[in-house]
């Protein structure tokens, strides 16, 4: 497929918007639950990142390396180092080319990282669960698929997941402070996750 830097500018001014437009959903999820920061957190991230000057890098994965460098260093709280960690992973493992199991192997080693650097379970009311549910629906596809109806399927997938934090108890972060009363909210992350998915689906496609 083709996919180079003209798609990753595209998903960086794509997320800007979407990003800075979810800023106060965001922030109203995360109050209810945590410290209400994580959508100017975001906003602040992808700002950053897409504002930046990528003339330096020369290919798909040296752009994303320095997507992840960025939101690591500006997202700041628990997001910014796990957001740091996925688009660095994405990055370090960048395949040649795109295809459905190429894709699905990429964005499970991006899973393995966040899970391993934050701890969290599925289930544990975190952005790894709709993460984990685009993992599993994109290895679910049939190999052959074209990027863009295995990506749907993610999506779906992940907004399911996202929903589904809403009667969870939170087992990670600061939301685990709070236990029970975390059930009947949505986890912040696991919104702006799926909103994360839901771009690749507009920009990675064949
Ligand atoms: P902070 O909690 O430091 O203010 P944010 O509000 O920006 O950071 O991000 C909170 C989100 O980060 C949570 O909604 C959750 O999805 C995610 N998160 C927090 N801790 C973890 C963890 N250990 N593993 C996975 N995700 C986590
Ligand atoms: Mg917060
Ligand atoms: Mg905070």
């Avoid at 003209?6 to 990003?19: D, H, K, M, P, Y």
């Avoid at 499970?108 to 969290?120: H, T």
């Avoid at 379970?121 to 975190?126: I, M, P, R």
Wanted: hydrophobic share 45%; glycine share 10%; aromatic share 4%.
């Amino acid at each position: 497929m083709a996919f180079g830097l003209g798609a990753i500018q595209g998903w960086l001014s794509e997320a800007r918007t979407a990003f800075n437009a979810a800023a106060d959903r965001l922030d109203e999820l995360d109050a209810a639950i945590g410290d209400g920061d994580h959508g100017s957190n975001m906003a602040r991230g992808l700002e950053a990142a897409a504002t930046m000057d990528y003339a330096t890098c020369n290919t798909p994965p040296a752009a994303i390396k320095q997507i992840g460098m960025t939101l690591l260093g500006t997202i700041g709280g628990a997001a910014g180092t796990l957001y740091g960690t996925f688009f660095l992973t994405l990055a370090a493992q960048w395949p040649s080319q795109l295809n459905t199991p190429r894709l699905a192997a990429l964005f499970r080693a991006a899973r393995d990282a966040v899970q391993s650097r934050g701890r969290a379970e599925v289930g544990d009311k975190t952005m790894v669960d709709p993460l984990d549910a685009a993992v599993k629906a994109m290895e679910a596809a049939d190999p052959e698929a074209p990027l863009a109806e295995s990506l749907e399927s993610a999506v779906l997938a992940a907004r399911e997941a996202r929903d589904a934090t809403r009667d969870m108890v939170a087992k990670r972060g600061r939301a685990a402070l709070l236990g029970e009363r975390t059930v009947g909210h949505i986890d912040p992350g696991a919104e702006s996750m799926t909103m994360v998915l839901e771009l690749c689906l507009r920009h990675l496609s064949d």
